[in-house]
């Protein structure tokens, strides 16, 4: 029976190829040097990889610095929030323009003003209070046309005191129903019949050289600058609502001098000199 021979192409057999062939298979890189296979596919991946971390690169530096901004942003809106609700609930700043209650406060002080005082937190005897000029002790402030918009952008949010409205700051020295006389034979204000030896007093300063005796309405105050003779207090201004305060006027009892920071301090109330004062006659008020 005749055989049939089948011949095997020399690529299938793995013999010698013909010289100038080009060899088949995965390892073979065409001529123009594109990759192919498993190598072609690692290599894509590679470049789209790195060009993707360029691209992201590039797009994070201009993010970042614009995300910055956003934060910084951020920040300074909250600030502004915070400090616009702090001044218009818990502390208000107020400058000092005279010596009257020297040497507690030096002229040009910036002090913090709790507004927590007199509500809901009770005022006392020898706190020291700003007040709004209800009855006309200050003479008609001038009005102030060179206010720039950043001074009234710091007064709003409550960084800068407001010198558009009219303010005092004295001491409590006696609350509705108490009877408050100057003085007795040592020369002390007495309230309800206790003397007061005040050592917060300018140094040289008499309790008062004007003689007074005053019982303090309801809901008013009876108040005294520390420098007692340079300053236009209750006394001065007895033809004014008998020299009194209502309370309702008070803006914040002063905490804290601020600026300059060689001033810097909490303010005392003293609260050791009026300890012992007893409590006011049953049903006294007014004059």
Known sequence: MPRRFHWK?????????????????????????????????????????????????????????????????????????LSFLIKTFLFRAFFIPSGSMENTLQIDDRIFVNQLVPEPFALERGDVVVFRDTEGWLPEAAADSDTSWLSEALVFVGLAPDESQQHLVKRVIGLEGDRIVCCDADGRITVNGEPLDEPYLFPGAAPSDTPFDVTVPEGEIWVMGDHRNASADSRANQDKDGGFIDVDAIEGKASVIAWPLGNASVLDSYPEVFENIPAPAEGASGN
């Open 9 to 81: 192409s020399a690529a299938r057999a793995g013999g010698p190829q013909p010289a100038g062939a080009t060899p088949a298979g995965p390892d073979a890189v065409p001529a123009d040097g594109a990759a192919t296979g498993p190598e072609a596919a690692g290599a894509g991946s590679s470049a789209g990889a790195g060009s993707r971390a360029a691209a992201k690169d590039s797009g994070g530096k201009g993010g970042g610095f614009l995300g910055w901004l956003k934060e910084i942003a951020t920040i300074v809106v909250i600030a502004l929030v």
